[in-house]
């Protein structure tokens, strides 16, 4: 469990002794799906309708795991461990939790690190602070409020160019329990808390003597939702020991409006993130949660008795679609998946419809006391996938991906929709990664819009800048897309009215 089985952090005696209990159990790191009968991590509150089909084997190869520790703070961090890891642009970002002797106050701080690496490549890994130096720590509690000591178990997205980082944060220990918290950036770095306190506090629906309450949060932003996947030892559905992951989805970040729930019948309408937690999706603390488009799933990684097993569910969580598969080896706390920005499966450049990439950065001993721990890598492949057997489904595959056109152009998947592009240097700047052939795939699916060369740009206050293509939308451009763009299309920018911009219709958001 992340934060919960830190010193300083509250901690229940039975869960120290089952981490130690499935640390003594490791075994030489292999991927392999999980055997036949009871799979370990069931659901509670659960239970999937009577004409379900029956789960699906997944094939799993390219084993892979890094030689040793792949990131650490600086001389002072103590311990090193709850990652969230992204795959941004040309670079891979990860943020983790340590106690930062530097930071002020003294407690869980958050760094940051990044590195140069593809998921699914097997060369070793190594992340390091910007510029090559230590990870510094990026944020830290803020004096007086529900995170004032602690801040830990980050888990960052990053939607229409803006970093979300959702944490556990605490006033101090044990008694004060734990709640989850919201902060914002433009570049993942410099961050602002949203509002003045958490956006979601335990449900206290049942008294038990692990009173960590509500933290160790995980979010996808999948089809205008956010997803919010959470331990709560108070929820109903929780464990005895109190593991559990319960799911709240909400279209507003900050789930302060229009919040629906997970409970037995599928997601229901509730009043806030206190509703009563009457279904946990799987039985672990400190899981990680992604969407992968290839499956038309989510998974969901959490630390089994050797190694992290991820469970698969249906976009509606009311079945599962796909036998359980383990990517083994050590650990101490829990697992960090390699995601894109928005919390969905990384493409394998390699194979895109048929493989992903399932990989890891998870704590582990270093040597033979029970702490510090150092950060991991291990990681496998789910192949003979069919990825793109369908339209929608190779849309969400290949998103972000530009590739040859057969005219001479190019064309980038955005958003479930291909866009056709004149110049690659455009599309170049706009796609996560350019291929230099095409994927037969995306043969037959019509194309929604043309970016020509010395398309109009918008600019209005409040908005930033918008491409207006030739289906007639205003197509948003974020990030440092929007300071590109506009010389290597051609394009003057116009200042117009904030009335003026919304008039036309909304097109994908370019450059997230």
């Known amino acids: 469990m992340r934060s919960a089985r830190r010193r300083t952090r509250p901690v229940a005696a039975a869960l120290v002794a089952l981490a130690s209990a499935a640390l003594a159990a490791c075994s030489p790191s292999t991927a392999q799906p999980q055997a036949g009968g009871a799979e370990p991590g069931a659901a509670r509150g659960i239970e999937a309708p009577a004409d379900v089909p029956e789960p699906q084997p997944l094939a799993v190869d390219s084993v892979r795991q890094s030689a040793g520790t792949v990131a650490a703070g600086g001389a002072d961090a103590v311990y090193n461990y709850g990652p969230t890891v992204m795959a941004d642009g040309d670079r891979t970002r990860m943020w983790w939790c340590s106690q930062y002797g530097s930071a002020k106050p003294a407690g869980d701080d958050i760094l940051y690190a990044e590195a140069t690496w593809t998921p699914g490549a097997k060369k070793d890994l190594k992340f390091t602070g910007p510029g090559g130096g230590a990870a510094p720590a990026v944020f830290s509690g803020r004096p007086g409020g529900f995170d004032g000591v602690h801040t830990c178990d980050p888990s960052v997205l990053r939607v229409g160019g803006t970093y979300y980082l959702y944490y556990t944060g605490s006033a101090g220990d044990r008694a004060h329990g734990n709640s989850i918290g919201l902060a914002t950036s433009k570049d993942g770095r410099n961050w602002k808390r949203v509002g003045s306190g958490p956006i979601l506090t335990p449900a206290?629906?049942?008294?038990r003597d692990n009173d960590y309450g509500a933290g160790q949060p995980a979010v996808v932003h999948l089809d205008g939702w956010f997803y919010l996947?959470?331990?709560?030892?108070?929820?109903?559905?929780?464990?005895?020991?109190?593991?559990?992951?319960?799911?709240?989805?909400?279209?507003?970040?900050?789930?302060?409006?229009?919040?629906?729930?997970?409970?037995?019948?599928?997601?229901?309408?509730?009043?806030?993130?206190?509703?009563?937690?009457?279904?946990?999706?799987?039985?672990?603390?400190?899981?990680?949660?992604?969407?992968?488009?290839?499956?038309?799933?989510?998974?969901?990684?959490?630390?089994?008795?050797?190694?992290?097993?991820?469970?698969?569910?249906?976009?509606?969580?009311?079945?599962?679609?796909?036998?359980?598969?383990?990517?083994?080896?050590?650990?101490k706390e829990g697992p960090g998946l390699f995601r894109r920005p928005d919390g969905h499966a990384p493409m394998s450049l390699r194979e895109p419809c048929s493989r992903v990439p399932?990989?890891?950065?998870?704590?582990?001993?270093?040597?033979?006391?029970?702490?510090?721990?150092?950060?991991?890598?291990?990681?496998?492949?789910?192949?003979?996938?069919?990825?793109?057997?369908?339209?929608?489904?190779?849309?969400?595959?290949?998103?972000?991906?530009?590739?040859?056109?057969?005219?001479r152009t190019m064309d980038l998947v955005t958003g479930g929709r291909i866009v056709r592009v004149d110049r690659r240097s455009v599309a170049t700047e706009l796609a996560r990664t350019v291929l230099d052939q095409r994927v037969p795939a995306i043969e037959g699916i019509p194309v929604a819009a043309r970016l020509a060369p010395a398309a109009r740009i918008l600019r209005a206050k409040g908005h930033g800048l918008g491409l207006l293509l030739d289906d007639g939308g205003l197509w948003p451009v974020v990030?440092?897309?929007?300071?590109?763009?506009?010389?290597?299309n051609g394009s003057a920018v116009e200042q117009v009215s904030e009335r003026e911009w919304e008039r036309y219709p909304a097109g994908v958001v370019l450059g997230s």
């Open 204 to 207: 206290h629906d049942v008294a």
């Open 229 to 331: 996947m959470f331990t709560d030892t108070s929820g109903a559905a929780a464990g005895w020991n109190g593991a559990g992951q319960f799911l709240l989805r909400s279209a507003d970040p900050a789930f302060a409006g229009r919040v629906e729930a997970l409970g037995p019948d599928g997601f229901e309408p509730v009043a806030d993130t206190s509703a009563p937690r009457r279904a946990s999706v799987v039985d672990a603390f400190s899981a990680d949660l992604m969407f992968v488009d290839a499956l038309d799933a989510f998974a969901i990684a959490h630390e089994t008795e050797h190694g992290t097993t991820l469970t698969f569910w249906n976009r509606e969580f009311t079945a599962n679609p796909y036998h359980q598969v383990l990517v083994a080896g050590p650990w």
């Open 358 to 407: 399932l990989d890891v950065v998870r704590a582990t001993v270093i040597g033979a006391a029970k702490a510090p721990t150092g950060l991991r890598h291990f990681g496998a492949d789910l192949h003979k996938v069919d990825g793109c057997g369908e339209q929608g489904r190779t849309l969400g595959v290949l998103d972000g991906l530009a590739m040859p056109s057969p005219v």
């Open 479 to 488: 990030g440092s897309a929007a300071s590109r763009i506009p010389d290597l």
